[in-house]
């Protein structure tokens, strides 16, 4: 399974959008992008995922660089319960998910 | 609502002895995990079973062991616990192998004294 890189912590203003970098360089073509994060000491919790094409869903979009090197997780509109630790992790369909130390981000007022 | 559940949510024990921390999903998912977080890291594999009577070793698997008897649960067992073995322990699960968003539950502290 491929490696990731994401800065140790971020910080964020409430109400703007969080962008949350994460470089993958020795992804695989059949190697997804998940994004889960964890919310002080609970479980971890599943946002999104996506292999080449951007994607959207209710809680956040995943833009995913054109040689797939590099995505960025972006929360439109933060919130103070957005404050939590990100991990980004890339897998094969079925694979096992290995979390590395993630981005801690701070949503203030 | 389907739901995963991990029994006792905190638990004291000493060293050497047997300790079992249950995790039990009603998804009826095929896949289920163990992960152990450490103060101020991410979540190591521990054991993993993609079905009833399967089982493989995860990364951080000495010490510990698991048995997979139904769909519904899968009990992770420290033989004789250590000290280094205070930890979270995280249960999840996930439908099978062709997609990977798995459900975390709740955690378990576990503190070897």
């Known amino acids: 399974d491929a490696k990731t890189t994401q800065p140790p912590s971020m910080d964020c203003a409430e109400g703007r959008a969080a962008n949350l970098p994460c470089n993958h360089s020795t992804i695989s073509g059949n190697e997804y992008v998940y994004w889960y994060r964890q919310i002080h000491s609970q479980g971890p919790q599943y946002i999104i995922h996506?292999?080449?094409n951007n994607e959207t869903n209710e809680m956040a979009s995943l833009i995913i660089t054109e040689d797939r090197k590099s995505s960025t997780l972006i929360l439109p509109h933060a919130t103070l319960r957005d404050t939590a630790v990100y991990y980004c992790i890339v897998s094969n369909q079925g694979g096992k998910l290995i979390f590395g130390q993630g981005t801690e981000l701070s949503v203030k007022p | 609502d389907a739901e995963i559940t991990q029994s006792p949510r905190h638990k004291i024990t000493e060293t050497g002895r047997q300790v079992t921390l249950a995790c039990h999903q009603t998804w009826n998912h095929n896949n289920m995990f163990w992960y152990r977080q450490d103060l101020g890291h991410g979540l190591r594999l521990i054991h993993y079973?993609?079905?009833?009577?399967?089982?493989n070793k995860g990364e951080v698997s000495d010490g510990y062991s698991v048995s997979r008897s139904n769909t519904e649960d899968l009990p992770l067992t420290l033989e004789s616990a250590a000290s280094s073995q205070t930890s979270v322990y995280f249960c999840a699960s996930r439908q099978d192998t062709t997609y990977n968003e798995q459900f975390f539950g709740p955690g378990t502290r576990l503190t070897v004294l």
């Open positions: 996506g292999l080449k």
């Open positions: 079973s993609y079905g009833v009577q399967d089982t």
